[in-house]
């Protein structure tokens, strides 16, 4: 069982309302690009520690009405100040995720460059860590990215598609056109070869015309 609670916002000045969904293991939030949610589940702790529900089938798409069909669980371990990222897959290789950290803290970013949205190339930052136990659900045709602040960071996400290398690329972590406000200084962070030779906003946008 749901029950919504207004929400208020006012991205870019514009105010509006969405709605939060509230169960009796996770809250579902809504953000400012549409599609994009943030999902806070519920601990239940006691002197032995605590145990929570990390995903749900029936409440995640009863709250969000999207059915996402991950295929795939994946886990990465970094130490603090990698960047990975922006990573994303092209075409039918788009890949949806749902995020989380279990060790750490990370900065978990998310990029429209969903071809004809109306907001594309903004992004929503989220702090995910094992302390808060936020996730955040990143739908296909978005840049996803993460900065680690923490000693060590695991870094847990569902996929709706496979691994395609033929079709992955990388937008630049530090576009200021994305305009992406890290609480690093680039010169402390850990790059890949591959992740330093991402292409431009603009480049995309070349590319999708």
Known sequence: MFWPMLN??????Q?????????????FIPTEIEGVWI?????????RGYFMETFKQAEFEAATGIAPGFVQDN???STRGVLRGLHFQKGEWSQAKLV???RGRVLDVAVDIRKGSPTFGRHVAVELSDENARQLYIPRHFAHGFL????????QYKVDN??????EATL????????????????????SPKDLRGISLAELKESLL
Request: cysteine-free; hydrophobic content about 40%.
């Open 100 to 102: 989380r950290v279990s």
């Open 8 to 13: 208020f916002f006012t991205p870019g000045g």
């Open 39 to 47: 999902v806070e589940p519920k601990k239940f702790g006691d002197a």
């Open 162 to 167: 496979v691994y395609a290398p033929q079709s």
């Open 75 to 77: 886990e990465s371990m």
């Open 172 to 191: 630049r972590f530090d576009d200021p056109e994305v305009g992406i406000d890290w609480p690093v200084d680039p010169a402390e962070m850990l790059l």
């Open 148 to 155: 680690v602040l923490t000693d060590v960071a695991q870094f």
């Open 15 to 27: 105010n509006f309302y969405k709605t939060t969904y509230l169960s009796l293991v996770m809250t």
